[in-house]
């Protein structure tokens, strides 16, 4: 069965920096988007913070994180990747990678077919 595994998550200080990864099972991610969401504590909504489409070249990124994240991907690596700098309290949450088949960016939920279970991010003093 298709499913995504994120990794790298954990506890930070505000202003530190985490990298999490994206790795898939069952299949490569050559023809995929693949997006970053994320679901605070005491949140129903997952959020979405960045996409980028399956070469790389096309990337966005929610208002919330502009500056301060970078998305990327290694598709040699068959891993993408969400660069977090400058983290905030606000931060907090479990991030999850999700991809999509063939499509443009989308920071909506719905839109992506496989998803992996989570990595959390802490941000506090």
């Known amino acids: 069965q298709r499913h995504l595994v994120e990794s790298g998550g954990g506890a930070v200080q505000p202003g530190g920096s985490l990298r999490l990864s994206c790795a898939p099972s069952?299949?490569?991610?050559?023809?995929?988007?693949i997006g970053w969401f994320r679901q605070a504590p005491g949140e129903i909504l997952r959020e979405g913070v960045s996409?980028?489409?399956?070469?790389?070249?096309?990337?966005n990124y929610a208002d919330s994180v502009k500056g301060r994240f970078t998305i990327s991907r290694d598709n040699d690596k068959n891993t993408a990747y969400l660069e977090m700098n400058s983290l905030e309290p606000e931060d907090t949450a479990v991030y999850y990678c999700?991809?999509?088949w063939g499509a443009g960016l989308s920071l909506l939920t719905w839109e992506y077919d496989y998803w992996g279970q989570g990595t959390q991010v802490t941000v506090s003093s």
């Open positions: 999700a991809a999509r």
């Open positions: 069952g299949f490569t991610l050559d023809f995929y988007t």
């Open positions: 996409s980028i489409t399956g070469t790389g070249e096309n990337m």
